[in-house]
């Protein structure tokens, strides 16, 4: 099918899903804009820190902007979190002690946070299971919670935390709605007040209306790489939760006593609120994007996850491609869609936390930012391309119809 037809017959179907799209963008735009202004978000606030950053203004105002916004106790948000695995390391970390046990209620997490937890692979000498922490996990039954096993194991005791990966992963499972997650911690709280619940919230913030702090989880936590940097803030993540909980992740950060009170911000204040401030519109850019790809995808014959028409939990579509070629080209023809870099061709090769070799395409403005298009997969079968991001839908479509162009002629 020529492209330029595809494309027009794709966004005609599209119209009621990017009405909705634009309903809930409006809807976190509110959320962000009243929160600047309640927590009066001044100039000055944007001024930096170097040195020890000794109990800095603008940090702080940051940090009260993002409690405000996810209806926390409190916020942890700094650009010496170098990443979405880093922060959820610092929050492990923090929150665990040697003889404690976390249990991942959504199956396997993420390849990285496996070496974290020490399970999956090449065990590490410094991962959660060297120091004493015992994991164990639940598998997902129809891509939802198996609240029966949870309860059940509840029953028994010593659990400290239970860890929800809201979003996917390299894995074929859906992504989780807040819906479902909001059920799950209301069964989770019939046999256990105490249990620390914790989220990661990657890729999934401003997808929905509610974030999981509204919903009764503890802790949440995320990148500024992904949604809330917007492809703006250059660094950074975010912990948001407990007051108490927060605490000790800051102490974990930086060191028992101080928590909190330091680390400079480094000229990244105003990057951080701008980010935060065109996040909604960002995101739904994303969505947007990714709801052509799929149906694109779909047309030409290919198995999609989720569908256009589908509910959503993150910015993450899924293309089984079938073949290492196939998804070989696909990400080689991201890259040749975007603004930087378009003249490289990405190949698989290892990398850190990762048991199979990785493709990764990304012509990003910031490294590794995946709010900008990008694609990535292991090459390991079915041969899925997981595809995020997008800053504007009209620069995420010219990549998606790049990416198709270069795999069928190639």
Known sequence: MELERLAEEVEKELEPEFRDL??????????????????????????????????????????????????????????????????LTVALFGMLRPGDTMISITGAPYDTLQTVIGVGGEESNSSLKSFGIKYEQIELVDNDF???????????????????????????????????????IKEIRKVDNNVIIMVDNCYGEFVEEKEPIEVGADIAVGSLMKN??????????????????????AERLTSPG???????????????????????????????????????????????????????GDIVQTLSLGTEEKLVKFCQGIQKGSPIDSNVLPYPGDMGGYEDKVIMAAGTFTQGSTI????????????????????????????ILKAIEFIQKN
């Open 22 to 87: 634009d309903r809930i963008c409006e809807i976190n735009s509110k959320k962000v804009l009243e929160a600047f202004q309640e927590c009066d978000l001044q100039e000055s606030h944007l001024n930096s820190s170097t040195g020890y950053g000794i109990d800095e203004p603008g940090r702080n105002k940051i940090e009260e902007i993002y409690s405000k916004i996810f209806k926390a106790e409190d916020a942890l948000v700094r650009t010496q979190l170098i990443s979405g695995t880093h922060a």
């Open 258 to 312: 101080i928590g909190k009170e330091i680390g400079p911000s480094l000229n990244q204040n105003t990057l951080l609120l701008k980010g935060l401030f065109f996040a909604p519109s960002v995101v739904k850019s994303s969505m947007k994007t990714a709801i052509f790809a799929s149906r694109c995808l779909e047309k030409l014959g290919y198995q999609v996850e989720p569908k256009y028409n589908e509910k959503r």
């Open 228 to 249: 809330l940097g917007a492809g703006i803030a250059t660094s950074g993540a975010y912990i948001v939760g407990r007051k108490d909980l927060v605490n000790l992740c």
């Open 146 to 184: 198996d609240i029966e096993k949870i309860k059940e194991r509840l029953s028994k005791g010593n659990v400290k935390l239970l860890e929800i990966q809201k979003s996917r992963g390299y894995s074929t499972r859906k992504t989780l709605t807040i819906d479902k997650i909001e059920r799950v």
């Open 372 to 399: 900008e298009l990008s694609c990535d997969g292991p090459i390991r079968e079915p041969y899925i391309a997981y595809m995020q991001g997008g800053l504007t839908y009209e620069y995420g479509k010219l990549g």
